[in-house]
């Protein structure tokens, strides 16, 4: 039998590791000049990373995949503008 809180405790830890290594790139790369902002990226990257798997194992599985797809590329795109939002110079 599964024990499934065995599962959650090893899924919340594979998230909480993901999270820890887009922290480290982000913090490396994109925002090597403010590197505190990188934790708070990560936590969001990590969720839409998580969720595109999720979605591209389940496209042939759900009718509801434009709607999580919708969701996706909304998440995406306010990802990338909140990125490169904070990423300029302030005046």
């Known amino acids: 039998m599964i024990d499934w809180s065995t599962v959650g405790q090893l899924i919340a830890q ?43 194992l389940m496209t042939r599985v759900t009718a509801a995949r434009k709607t999580i797809g919708l969701l996706l590329a909304v998440g995406w795109g306010l990802l990338i503008v909140a990125t490169v939002l904070t990423l300029l110079p302030s005046a």
């Open 14 to 56: 594979a998230y909480r590791v993901l999270e820890d290594l887009i922290s480290k790139l982000l913090a490396d790369t994109l925002f090597k000049a403010k590197p505190e902002l990188a934790s708070q990226f990560s936590g969001p990257i990590s969720l839409l990373v998580s969720l595109t798997a999720l979605y591209l």
